[in-house]
Every structure is written in C-alpha cells, then in structure tokens.
C-alpha cells in the first residue's frame, strides 16, 4: 500500500516553454502533497506543501509564479514549471500522506527536469 | 527549529562488513524519526520509522535503527553489507506535515 507514482519521469524542454509534472497517490487519499527539488548530490529541500482544495504554502525563496502546484483531488497533485530555463533543470520528487498519518511521507520515483 | 545532521559525507564499508551511519537531530519535542535510502535518480525508500516503543526499530533489508534521546540520536546499522546497500541515505525528523532531512551520507561498497 501506500503507492505514490510521478509523470513523467524524464522530460526535456526548450528554455521559455512551461512543463507539467503529475503526482498520484494511487491506493490513499492523499491530504496533503509536498514537493521538493533535489540538486545533485544534495539533500532535498521542500517547495512547497499543498492541501487538497486549497492554495499551496510554498518555501521561503520559491516563486510560486514560477512554480503553480495544484492539488485539486486527493489523488492527484500537478507542478507546473512555467518558462522553464535552464536553471530550473533539476529532480523533482513529491510526496504525499493521508489522514491520520500526517507524519509519514510516502515518495514519489522522481522527475527529471532538464531545460535546454 | 527541527534539524539533522549527518556529519558523514561519504563512507566506505568492505562488502560482509557491519555499517553504522550516524544521524543526529534537533527537536523540540518528541521526535518522529526516519531513515531513507535513495539510489541514482531513483525516489526516496522508507528504510525505517522511529514513532514511540522500544527504542531500537528494524526496518527493511537488514537494517536497523536505535534511538536515543539522550544523544538526540538515531543511527542506522547493519551487520553485514551487501554490494546492492551502495546507495545515498537520508536521515530525517518530522513535525505535523514537514520533514526536515538531513544532507546525506553516501555508502559505497567495496569488493
């Protein structure tokens, strides 16, 4: 149980176009989601967290113009990387938790970002 | 604030030999615990969770963990290291819906 899939897991895009990555908790309902970025060889630091129905909090220091997270049903959450360029390539790994398990995350296999 | 630290950066452990990573944290209150493993450009694998109990917790592929709070620590070991333990490790904490995790210590394996 506790199953959390990310799409898609590699996706290359031209500087300036925005980019869609889809986080599904696939067996609980996930209340709430997180997303983190991962540079390489580092550890992961947490955008932003977001409730199902409700607007993200995002991280000191995210744009959340840059960044739009959607959580609109407790499945399913979107980042959405709008005029990506190539500072923004990176992995991008969600997470999500359930109610009644508010302290326990469960992982997402990641996305690669990569702007050209 | 809730922090980690894992003061290893890199470690290696000759393959059948006993491992420990060291993590150490800062909380405020009782402390929820976890160990992840990640390998290259994979997501993060639960290894272990320390919530409350008996304060030395099994997890997953042989491995271990003991809290102790007298040390604010909650290393991860295992008795003999397998070539496939290679991997990156992160220690976390976690308060209500936010986990801190710590920067890392890669494990490499040696024949």
């Known amino acids: 149980g506790a199953v959390v899939s990310q799409h898609p897991s590699r996706v290359i895009c031209k500087s300036g176009t925005s980019v869609k990555i889809e986080c599904r908790s696939l067996?609980?309902?996930?209340?709430?989601m997180f997303w983190y970025r991962q540079f390489p060889k580092q550890s992961l630091m947490l955008m932003a967290t977001?409730?199902?129905?409700?607007?993200?909090?995002?991280e000191q220091g995210v744009e959340k113009d840059k960044f739009l997270i959607n959580h609109a049903s407790l499945t399913l959450s979107t980042l959405t990387v709008t005029s990506a360029h190539p500072e923004d390539s990176s992995f991008y790994i969600c997470s999500a938790s359930g109610r009644g398990v508010e302290y326990e995350q469960y992982f997402g296999p990641g996305t690669r970002l990569t702007v050209t | 604030a809730q922090s980690v630290t894992q003061p290893d950066i890199h470690i290696t452990v000759s393959e059948g030999a006993s491992l420990e990573l060291r993590c150490n944290y800062s909380?405020?209150?009782?402390?929820?615990l976890f160990w992840y493993v990640q390998s290259p450009g994979q997501g993060l694998q639960l290894l272990l969770k320390?919530?409350?109990?008996?304060?030395l917790v099994q997890g997953i592929k042989g491995f271990e963990a003991e809290f102790k709070r007298s040390q604010s620590s909650f290393n991860l070991r295992k008795p003999s290291v397998h070539w496939s333990d290679a991997a990156e490790y992160f220690c976390a904490v976690s308060g209500f819906q936010k986990l801190v995790f710590g920067t890392g210590t890669r494990l490499l394996v040696s024949p």
């Open positions: 067996d609980f309902q996930a209340t709430t």
């Open positions: 320390y919530f409350s109990g008996d304060t």
């Open positions: 909380y405020g209150a009782t402390p929820y």
């Open positions: 977001s409730n199902e129905g409700s607007k993200a909090t995002y």
